[in-house]
């Protein structure tokens, strides 16, 4: 297996502009995070999924971010409008149990001017 | 909500010494587990060493091991004959299983602020 593969790599974009970060899970894996890295804040979990489904959304920020798992080897995290504040790195991960090894993607690093 | 602390932001070690990285917690659930995590400068994060709570050995993973202290809440982090290669952030993280009586619904894993080690030649 490939690994948990994330696009873009990097992203620049212009404050009001939307934002969508892929990830695709390691197959076989039932669990998916969504986490933002900044040097503020640290790890941070936004969002996680089971089999599809969202479980715990309370770390998403505001209404401005969105997360969706419409299959079980694809994932979006979107943002609308950006705002410069939401430059960061962000990762996704997969696992096969909760409590279990976390398989990170490299990470897109979002860039809002 | 559970807290993960990591009290040393930076370290430094020569090459082929032992350096020892700290990592307090808090939860009042018996059943939990424990994780180091390395992020080199590639910015990839791979897990180092896990640890069950209710295991009382200490897990090893080659010149990695752990000094866990259920008590104290203690999960420290030893490199031994550090390499070059282990310059990296690494990261404490915890999690309660979801099955845990007072803890449903909050099984996530927490993340400490990291500690930024660098291998000195």
């Known amino acids: 297996d490939a690994g948990v593969i994330q696009s873009p790599r990097h992203e620049v974009t212009e404050m009001g502009q939307e934002v969508t970060l892929r990830c695709k899970p390691i197959s076989g894996h039932d669990y998916l995070f969504w986490y933002r890295q900044t040097m503020m804040r640290g790890l941070e979990l936004l969002i996680y999924f089971n089999n599809n489904v969202p479980i715990d959304d309370s770390g998403m920020p505001e209404d401005r971010f969105s997360a969706k798992m419409p299959n079980a080897s694809f994932s979006t995290l979107k943002i609308q409008p950006s705002e410069p504040r939401d430059s960061a790195v962000y990762f996704c991960a997969s696992s096969f149990e909760i409590t279990g090894e976390l398989f990170f993607g490299e990470g897109s690093r979002l860039t809002v001017l | 909500a559970q807290t993960v602390t990591q009290s040393q932001p930076e370290m430094s070690v020569q090459e082929a010494e032992t350096v020892t990285l700290s990592c307090t917690y808090d939860?009042?659930?018996?059943?939990?587990?424990l994780f180091w995590y390395k992020q080199p400068p590639s910015r990839q994060m791979i897990l180092v060493i896990r640890?069950?709570?209710?295991?009382?050995q200490n897990a090893t993973e080659n010149r990695f091991s752990v000094n866990f202290q259920k008590a104290a809440k203690s999960f420290s982090l030893k490199i031994s004959d550090s390499q070059l290669g282990d310059t990296a952030m690494y990261f404490c993280a915890f999690i309660q299983p979801l099955h845990s009586i007072s803890n449903f619904g909050n099984e996530k894993l927490t993340f400490g602020t990291g500690t930024r080690l660098t291998i000195i030649p």
């Open positions: 939860t009042s659930e018996n059943n939990y587990y």
């Open positions: 640890q069950e709570a209710y295991k009382q």
